[in-house]
């Protein structure tokens, strides 16, 4: 207990409290709460390619060649970004974010092409082709996001040829 000031006397004060109320108190409750991001990306690239091919038919009715050169590549591009925050101890959306952003770039860059072709007629001939192009990397942003797409890499194709 507590009596009163130095040198003078006072009230005497309890070191117990007045009152207590008794009963269970929930302050804290655990909960646990989840982010879900979800990323949409759309790319549309053409590529305009110059450059010298080299032929070597050994045969009356194959052909290979092989070409290298300059590209111009042009990167149409459409991203979407949704972020939803839960609280997955009550299954309830506390919110949700979503961005959208667009463009064009041109990035310039340089392709190696093999081909291979058989005649099928005389003007028709049957072509399998592979390339690989050294274009660089798309780097954007989405709302708070970004990304980078490594653009090189390798394409295959087939088709008909017409020569005369």
């Known amino acids: 207990p507590y009596a009163g ?20 108190h929930q302050l804290l409750r655990e909960q646990t709460f989840s982010n879900t991001i979800r990323q949409d990306l759309d790319i549309l ?4 390619s110059v450059g010298p091919t080299l032929e070597w038919q050994g045969r009356e009715d194959w052909s290979v060649q092989a070409g290298l050169g300059l590209a111009l590549n042009v990167v149409r591009w459409e991203a979407t970004q949704t ?24 990035l310039p860059g340089f392709y190696l092409q ?9 003007h028709w001939w049957f072509q399998v082709m592979g390339r690989y192009d050294w274009i660089g990397t798309l780097h954007e942003r989405v709302g708070p996001s970004s990304f980078s797409l490594d653009l090189n890499g390798w394409s295959v194709g087939a088709g008909f040829v017409w020569r005369w």
Not at 84 to 102: C, I, M, P, Y
Request: negative net charge; hydrophobic residues 30%.
């Open 5 to 24: 000031t130095v040198g003078s006397g006072g009230p005497l004060l309890d070191a117990g409290p007045d009152g207590r109320s008794k009963g269970k």
């Open 45 to 48: 690239m053409t590529s305009i």
């Open 83 to 106: 972020e939803t925050l839960e609280n997955e101890s009550t299954g309830r959306e506390l919110a949700s974010w979503q961005d959208t952003a667009d463009g064009t770039e041109v």
């Open 114 to 122: 093999f081909a291979a072709q058989h005649r099928l007629s005389t």
